[in-house]
């Protein structure tokens, strides 16, 4: 995980970050001023959290609270909302978070197509970003302009969880959607296999989803489809390339993420050209108020 802070004077200009991160040799988090931008005019600091690590979430209240001080408008942009898998169940993990979220002074929360509307509902002040326009400009182009880049002649929702965020990348992309859909053991709960809408024989389909740890889903779902590897793609919004998601590349041509939850995510792969980061700056800092 990290965090990084910078300021934003009056509609978009942005100066020298007035903060920077410290710590006292016995560990405790705080943060100092590196730089003063008093009277320059009306500030908003923004803070950018990638990663889960807990620490960051300690540096970013010593933030809120000395920019609150300052009189400034505080924006977290947290791309990848820590626990939003934790939905439900014992401990309510998306709640935990959001407590501690909403315990600092923070004007705005900017999140990047987070896992689940729960914890949309628990963060206070939050602003969602989808992925529908990422896909549309970096990945698939658009079928109704012939200029438009085309890779892909369909959309794969992985499940009924991710129909809506598919659905909304097949409509500004207009690409067909497809559904796949997942079976599970009624008896132990575990995942036994997929089955997916029949697929034309010709072109070339992407699977969108919101998070990649280990990969295993997609490629079981890859298996289910009966398509070659040159006929499919992924996209997922936060890639966090755990155990084997290298071998995605065995199933999948081109495995597309963001950089919401790291930098580079990237696994170490026999075939590192198959996956591509894109970068969601953009779109975050466009959605501060």
């Keep these: 995980m990290t965090i990084t802070f910078s300021t934003r004077i009056g509609p978009g200009f ?17 943060v100092k001023v590196a730089h003063e931008n008093d009277g320059k005019g009306p500030l908003t600091e923004i803070a950018t959290v990638k990663g889960t690590d807990a ?43 959001a407590d501690v979220l909403n315990a600092f002074p923070l004007d ?37 302009r012939d200029s ?12 009924a969880g991710g129909v809506a965020r598919a659905s909304a990348a097949a409509a500004i992309t207009h690409l067909p959607l497809f559904r796949a859909q997942k079976h599970r053991d009624e008896a132990t709960g575990k995942l036994s296999g997929f089955t997916c809408e029949e697929l034309p024989v010709d072109g070339k389909f992407l699977v969108v989803d919101d998070i990649c740890d280990g990969g295993g889903t997609f490629m079981g779902l890859a298996q289910a489809t009966g398509l070659r590897r040159d006929q499919l793609g992924l996209f997922v919004s936060h890639g966090v390339f755990s155990g084997q998601a290298a071998s995605l590349v065995d199933h999948f041509e081109d495995i597309w993420t963001t950089d919401s939850f790291a930098d580079d995510p990237r696994p170490n792969s026999t075939r ?3 996956f591509h980061v894109i970068p969601i700056g953009q779109y975050l800092n466009g959605a501060i108020q």
Excluded: C
């Design 108 to 144: 705005q929360v900017i999140a990047f197509d987070p896992h689940s509307p729960v914890i949309e509902d628990l963060v206070h002040n939050v602003t969602s970003v989808g992925s529908a326009n990422v896909v549309r400009r970096w990945v698939v182009g658009r079928a109704d």
């Design 55 to 97: 620490n960051d979430l300690i540096q970013l209240g010593m933030w809120a609270d000395a920019a609150k001080q300052r009189d400034a408008t505080t924006v977290a942009v947290i791309p990848y909302l820590p626990g939003a898998r934790q939905d439900r169940g014992l401990p309510f993990g998306a709640r935990v978070y």
């Design 148 to 159: 438009a880049p085309q890779r892909y002649t369909g959309i794969i929702a992985p499940d």
């Design 272 to 274: 590192p050209s198959a």
């Design 14 to 30: 942005s100066t020298t970050p007035t903060f920077e991160s410290f710590r006292f040799p016995a560990g405790d988090h705080h």
